[in-house]
């Protein structure tokens, strides 16, 4: 296999998992927190600016795990 299609892959298997962590937050997490804390409810710049962090945080996190290729 080339390494093209290698890496195409590897970007498609981790954009369907942040898809799958991005449906799951927003049917599970962000109905409790909002329960927990309502003012977020009025505030919903501030929970999708934490949610965009937080998968940009994961994406640098995954691609920081990779081996280096020498």
Not at 2 to 19: E, T
Not at 23 to 45: D, R
């Amino acid at each position: 296999m080339s390494q093209r299609v290698k890496i195409m892959g590897s970007f498609a298997l981790l954009g369907f998992l942040m898809g799958i962590a991005a449906y799951l937050a927003y049917n599970w997490v962000i109905p409790i927190l909002i329960e927990i804390f309502p003012q977020i409810l009025s505030m919903g710049w501030l929970l999708w600016g934490f949610v965009g962090a937080l998968l940009s945080e994961t994406m640098l996190l995954l691609w920081a795990s990779f081996p280096k290729q020498r």
